[in-house]
């Protein structure tokens, strides 16, 4: 690898380091003073991007790489919360993927760009449960905030039940409804 395509490489690592200080946005509008970035989100969108595939019978690997890259662009836009359509076109995904990984040596650059083009076509299983991964987990942190007393939340739950499309996605949003943030503690 040449030294410049390493310092691509490295100056790319530095600006996804900004999504672990991009807060999402749209959680201070329901009153939480310090939402979880979009890097945390990520990670357990990928997660469970993983888990739904494993579910669905698609690739979890595929599906997780999927959701690593679903958000990335917005180290150049921030988080925009869905109350800028309207007011904003919302930005290009591929666009903004083909701007940050111009510099990138080329097997860097076809996978990222190839991993956002198949997330946002939603053609193949891996892009559908990457995308119902996104609302699933989105819903969980709507569930995790109420119970810690932001009372706002019924937005976001509702957006993300009617959001998600594969069958597994569905049963375990409703499931989360019922099922406590702690379950997990039950031995």
């Not at 609302?135 to 706002?152: F, I, P, S």
Request: hydrophobic share 40%.
């Amino acid at each position: 690898m040449s030294e410049q395509a390493a310092g691509a490489l490295a100056a790319f690592g530095y600006e996804l380091g900004i999504l672990k200080r991009i807060r999402r946005a749209g959680w201070w509008h329901a009153g939480v003073r310090d939402p979880e970035s979009v890097a945390e989100h990520t990670m357990r969108v990928a997660q469970l991007a993983a888990l739904l595939a494993a579910e669905e019978g698609a690739d979890p690997a595929r599906a997780a790489f999927l959701a690593l890259w679903h958000d990335t662009q917005e180290t150049r836009t921030g988080d925009l919360p869905h109350t800028v359509s309207g007011y904003l076109t919302k930005p290009d995904p591929r666009q903004i993927t083909a701007d940050q990984t111009a510099r990138l040596p080329e097997a860097s650059r076809e996978a990222v760009r190839a991993a956002v083009d198949e997330y946002e076509d939603q053609e193949s299983a891996e892009a559908r449960c990457a995308k119902d991964a996104d609302k699933l987990e989105m819903l969980l942190q709507a569930v995790e905030y109420r119970d810690t007393g932001v009372n706002r939340v019924d937005g976001w739950i509702d957006s993300a039940l009617k959001g998600v499309k594969t069958e597994t996605a569905r049963k375990v949003a409703e499931a989360a409804l019922t099922v406590s943030p702690l379950a997990w503690r039950d031995r």
